[in-house]
């Protein structure tokens, strides 16, 4: 079965330090990868994607990704955390040649002043 | 700058009673889709839609029913509620499903409880 995998509910990290939500994927195929986050009682936001090339994707907010293909993962990374960067953060994978994604069940991410 | 837009923003209903919820799009996308979010289970999709007039099932259809009779708007019924269906629900849209480069667009979610 296709699935995503977040094995952390929680990360927590001191505001300055770097951070790493990881994420693997079971698919067949060339997935395409995705990040959104959530922000309290908001919609999920688009960060980042992976389709296809360098295997460092940089997105918005200053987070990047780095898809390992012979790992299966996609961990989600910033170099230095914000108090701001606090929120709720899927990782998501459409496989190839679908129209659907599929969702990880989601990291909180908790950054300390 | 609306987006993706859902109506209503939070709703309380007795077992048995029905609803629907209303999603609307102003960016002219082809693929409309509804999830469910749940503690510890990420997003659910419950039916999706390829264009006006078509629907589909997702990963958790039963106890829904959706509509798209406009491209814009996307309608996410529950007939009789139950319990189960306490989450919240998202809309998303996308200009195409497949095209990789596409991403959706999300709204700001309902929050639904059934007592």
């Known amino acids: 079965a296709q699935s995503v995998a977040q094995p952390e509910d929680q990360v927590n990290v001191a505001e300055g330090n770097p951070l790493t939500v990881k994420c693997t994927y079971s698919?067949?195929?060339?997935?395409?990868l995705f990040w959104y986050v959530q922000y309290p009682n908001r919609g999920l936001q688009f960060l980042l994607k992976y389709i296809t090339g360098d295997n460092l994707v940089k997105g918005s907010y200053g987070f990047e990704a780095e898809f390992n293909k012979s790992q299966t993962s996609f961990h989600l990374k910033k170099p230095s955390a914000l108090v701001s960067d606090s929120a709720l953060y899927f990782c998501?994978?459409?496989?190839?040649?679908?129209?659907?994604?599929?969702f990880g069940t989601g990291t909180r991410l908790q950054v300390f002043p | 700058n609306a987006g993706v837009t859902q109506t209503p923003k939070f709703r309380v209903l007795k077992t048995g009673q029905s609803m629907t919820l209303l999603c609307a799009q102003d960016?002219?996308?082809?693929?409309m889709y509804w999830y469910r979010q749940d503690p510890g289970m990420g997003l659910r999709l419950i039916h999706y839609s390829v264009g006006e007039g078509t629907t589909a099932k997702g990963e958790v259809p039963d106890g829904y029913n959706v509509s798209r009779l406009k491209k814009q708007n996307f309608l996410l019924g529950l007939e009789s509620a139950a319990p189960s269906q306490t989450s919240v629900y998202f809309c998303?849209?996308?200009?195409?499903?497949?095209?990789?480069?596409?991403?959706?667009?999300f709204g700001a979610g309902t929050r639904l409880s059934v007592l």
């Open positions: 998303a849209s996308s200009p195409s499903g497949r095209d990789p480069k596409n991403i959706q667009y």
């Open positions: 998501a994978v459409r496989p190839y040649n679908t129209d659907k994604l599929i």
């Open positions: 698919v067949s195929g060339n997935p395409y």
């Open positions: 960016m002219n996308h082809e693929y």
